[in-house]
């Protein structure tokens, strides 16, 4: 990715001032930095944090760029883009990147098995295919939309894992990924409590979907069957 902060505020329709500062990579995390050169630090509002907490901190570290939910104070030669939800704006950052992207997108979900599958993909390809796949477990809202922004774009195919613990969640991961080729491995016990049933879990899930060219999901599975 590589954005102008002007550019990121009229993709988020929102606005900046400070600096138009270059961002080429995402920190959301002041703990895991590796390098704060041409990084964006979006500060995220969490139930027990607040990002914005450590915006200070990360000036001190060489950080120039910033997506916050309000102003703040910032030296010469440094940018904030103003949001009303610095998550969302992420997202809606991650989408417009993803329309960019040329190649295929697979989407990958399902109770078990997501981060399994994408790896045997990867291993099974052959060389002349440029594969990117999201890193780990990067399937949550933020997950998603940080392994979107880390495709670089020549990519013949990428891989990204989605996840849901409640109704309602995968329309917003929908709407970054977008794939094209969906995959659904299975159904399980995780979550129940947050479900009507088996059937609504899997018609939840399947959303992913909504878009795709192709599914492939294991027709043994009525509730699976179903949904698709």
């Not at 041409?38 to 607040?50: E, M, T």
């Not at 440094?78 to 949001?83: K, L, P, R, T």
């Not at 933020?142 to 990428?158: C, K, N, P, Q, T």
Request: include cysteine; hydrophobic fraction near 40%; charge should be negative.
């Amino acid at each position: 990715m590589e954005f102008t902060l002007s550019q990121i505020a009229d993709i988020c329709s929102a606005r900046y001032y400070g600096a138009d500062v270059l961002v080429k990579s995402i920190i959301t995390d002041s703990r895991t930095m590796a390098s704060t050169d041409q990084a964006l630090f979006v500060a995220i509002k969490g139930v027990n944090h607040d990002a914005h907490d450590y915006i200070d901190d990360m000036v001190a570290r060489g950080v120039k760029a910033f997506i916050a939910e309000q102003e703040v104070a910032l030296p010469e030669g440094c940018g904030v883009v103003v949001v009303d939800d610095s998550l969302e704006a992420l997202q809606c950052l991650a989408s417009h990147y993803r329309q960019q992207f040329k190649g295929e997108v697979v989407g990958v979900t399902g109770s078990n098995g997501k981060t399994m599958v994408k790896e045997w993909i990867a291993a099974s390809v052959t060389e002349d295919v440029k594969l990117y796949r999201s890193p780990r477990s990067y399937n949550s809202q933020l997950g998603v939309a940080l392994s979107l922004l880390m495709i670089e774009g020549d990519e013949d195919m990428a891989i990204i894992e989605a996840g849901i613990s409640r109704p309602d969640e995968m329309a917003r991961l929908e709407a970054m990924i977008r794939p094209n080729i969906g995959i659904f491995t299975s159904l399980g016990p995780q979550h129940d409590e947050n479900f009507i049933d088996w059937g609504h879990k899997a018609a939840e899930k399947a959303v992913l979907f909504s878009r795709a060219e192709c599914v492939i999901y294991n027709s043994t599975s009525e509730h699976i069957t179903d949904a698709v």
